[in-house]
């Protein structure tokens, strides 16, 4: 299966699958606005809409509506997932969702410090793509990280601990909301500067491409998906890596979660050319646009991605078109965004979505839907339970992971670690 050649943008046109080398570009017109705010960007432009380059001049832009189409064709039905995959993306979704309202309340109540920003609304590319992942994978992510890591198999009580700086967290409580790590799980990090993990993503994908070209480890095949924001697409680091990752045919997908805003500035406002996924085939990579509050499509999308990865046809940039239904961070009174543009896109929650088609496709029924919510409203209480429980970290905790050698500084010449003298943190107040 490959990607074809025409943009995803509501609603879609059907054109011919291509093979993912050929090359076509299509163009957008005013009747198809970048989630209704392209057209009125250009009629704000006073210089004229620049003519679409020639086909020759890019190298393909991925349709999912074609991928749709060459699997009915294939299986000879018109479902998207088995009855056990649609169940699996629903629970991930809620635990997600309830996660996250649940994150809300604690942070209110003086559980949680510093900022804490939440995912909702984004889960469909989440669980879109890293269901689709092995144990073996990496995902690397931002400061938005907590759904990622629950996607990828981190539990939410070592999540929620984390958040509550609890030393049962999976980062024994040093690493906080932007900083979720688990190397069980590959999890290699969330980051709170823009751009930063993009970088580590690929140094991951180098790693894995190394082990099987030049360490021969044939049954390594393993891929990486790097999570980042619109607002990083401006950033030098994201360019430099889609060059690295070209150049060197990485296995990875760089996914762009576009929710048209980078904190309090609008993506249109930032960019040039408010179409992230073009800056793919600039770098001789396949560019792809997809419907980020659907689920389905950002799945056929990421499994194609994904396959090509580990094939070693090299990386994607996809670029997953989405919005925040909370401001930026719990801190954030979100009153920049326009109330009519936030009450549209609650109209498009992902999860209202894909409850709607298990449903009407007899994968589920409501009894089912319920009792998976049900579960998982218990497994977040019980996290709350947990955090709340678990002890907070040592005071010797603090200097460990920071030197190479720590007995070089903050141990004392018995073994025993200076910050347990009392005397240790005397005048620090004054100073």
Same mark, same amino acid.
């Given at each position: 299966?490959?990607? @074809?050649?025409?943009? /995803? /943008?509501?609603?879609?046109?059907?054109?011919?699958?291509?093979?993912?080398?050929?090359?076509?570009?299509?163009?957008?017109?005013?009747?198809?606005?970048?989630?209704?705010?392209?057209?009125?960007?250009?009629?704000?432009?006073?210089?004229?809409?620049?003519?679409?380059?020639?086909?020759?001049?890019?190298?393909?832009?991925?349709?999912?509506?074609?991928?749709? +189409?060459?699997? +009915?064709?294939?299986?000879?039905?018109?479902?998207?997932?088995?009855?056990? $995959?649609?169940?699996?993306?629903?629970?991930?979704?809620?635990?997600?969702?309830?996660?996250?309202?649940?994150?809300?309340?604690?942070?209110?109540?003086?559980?949680?410090?510093?900022?804490?920003?939440?995912?909702?609304?984004?889960?469909?590319?989440?669980?879109?793509?890293?269901?689709?992942?092995?144990?073996?994978?990496?995902?690397?992510?931002?400061?938005?990280?907590?759904?990622?890591?629950?996607?990828?198999?981190?539990?939410?009580?070592?999540?929620?601990?984390?958040?509550?700086?609890?030393?049962?967290?999976?980062?024994?409580?040093?690493?906080?909301?932007?900083?979720?790590?688990?190397?069980?799980?590959?999890?290699?990090?969330?980051?709170?500067?823009?751009?930063?993990?993009?970088?580590? @993503?690929?140094?991951?994908?180098?790693?894995?491409?190394?082990?099987?070209?030049?360490?021969?480890?044939?049954?390594?095949?393993?891929?990486?998906?790097?999570?980042?924001?619109?607002?990083? !697409?401006?950033?030098?680091?994201?360019?430099?890596?889609?060059?690295?990752? @070209?150049?060197?045919?990485?296995?990875?997908?760089?996914?762009?979660?576009?929710?048209?805003?980078?904190?309090?500035?609008?993506?249109?406002?930032?960019?040039?050319?408010?179409? /992230?996924?073009?800056?793919?085939?600039?770098?001789?990579?396949?560019?792809?646009?997809?419907?980020?509050?659907?689920?389905?499509?950002?799945?056929?999308?990421?499994?194609?991605?994904?396959?090509?990865?580990?094939?070693?046809?090299?990386?994607?940039?996809?670029?997953?078109?989405?919005?925040?239904?909370?401001?930026?961070?719990?801190?954030?009174?979100?009153?920049?965004?326009?109330?009519?543009?936030?009450?549209?896109?609650?109209?498009?929650?992902?999860?209202?979505?894909?409850?709607?088609?298990?449903?009407?496709? +007899?994968?589920?029924?409501?009894?089912?839907?319920?009792?998976?919510?049900?579960?998982?409203?218990?497994?977040? $209480?019980?996290?709350?339970?947990?955090?709340?429980?678990?002890?907070?970290?040592?005071?010797?905790?603090?200097?460990?992971?920071?030197?190479?050698?720590?007995?070089?500084?903050?141990?004392?010449?018995?073994?025993?670690?200076? !910050?347990?003298?009392?005397?240790?943190? $005397?005048?620090?107040?004054?100073?």
């Amino acid at each position: 299966m490959a990607f @074809a050649g025409a943009k /995803i /943008i509501q609603p879609f046109a059907l054109h011919d699958s291509d093979p993912f080398n050929k090359v076509k570009l299509s163009t957008i017109t005013s009747s198809s606005p970048f989630l209704g705010s392209t057209r009125n960007l250009r009629l704000l432009q006073s210089a004229p809409t620049a003519q679409p380059r020639p086909a020759s001049a890019s190298r393909v832009v991925a349709a999912v509506s074609d991928v749709f +189409k060459e699997k +009915k064709l294939k299986t000879g039905s018109d479902l998207l997932l088995t009855k056990e $995959e649609g169940l699996e993306v629903y629970e991930d979704m809620i635990l997600g969702r309830a996660f996250e309202d649940m994150c809300a309340q604690m942070y209110y109540r003086g559980k949680m410090f510093g900022f804490v920003h939440l995912y909702n609304g984004q889960e469909a590319v989440s669980s879109g793509f890293i269901k689709l992942l092995k144990k073996e994978d990496s995902v690397v992510s931002t400061y938005r990280d907590h759904v990622h890591a629950l996607s990828k198999g981190v539990p939410a009580r070592a999540v929620m601990s984390e958040l509550f700086g609890k030393k049962t967290g999976c980062c024994r409580g040093q690493g906080g909301s932007m900083h979720m790590f688990s190397a069980e799980h590959n999890v290699l990090g969330g980051f709170a500067f823009i751009g930063e993990g993009i970088p580590v @993503a690929t140094g991951a994908a180098f790693s894995s491409k190394y082990r099987r070209e030049v360490l021969k480890e044939a049954d390594c095949d393993h891929v990486t998906l790097a999570f980042f924001g619109d607002g990083t !697409c401006n950033n030098g680091q994201f360019f430099e890596c889609l060059n690295m990752a @070209a150049l060197w045919k990485l296995p990875i997908i760089f996914v762009v979660e576009n929710n048209l805003w980078a904190i309090g500035m609008s993506h249109l406002r930032s960019t040039s050319d408010p179409e /992230i996924w073009k800056k793919g085939p600039a770098f001789g990579m396949p560019g792809v646009h997809v419907d980020g509050m659907d689920v389905l499509k950002v799945r056929e999308v990421a499994k194609e991605a994904i396959g090509r990865a580990r094939r070693g046809e090299g990386p994607t940039l996809v670029e997953c078109e989405t919005y925040r239904f909370r401001g930026h961070s719990l801190a954030d009174p979100d009153e920049l965004r326009d109330p009519a543009e936030k009450a549209h896109y609650a109209t498009r929650d992902p999860i209202t979505g894909l409850k709607k088609y298990l449903i009407e496709n +007899k994968l589920a029924s409501e009894a089912d839907l319920k009792a998976i919510e049900k579960k998982i409203d218990e497994v977040v $209480e019980e996290a709350v339970e947990f955090a709340d429980e678990s002890p907070a970290p040592s005071r010797s905790q603090l200097l460990e992971n920071v030197f190479a050698d720590p007995r070089g500084f903050g141990i004392g010449p018995d073994g025993s670690y200076r !910050c347990e003298d009392p005397k240790f943190t $005397e005048g620090t107040a004054q100073v």
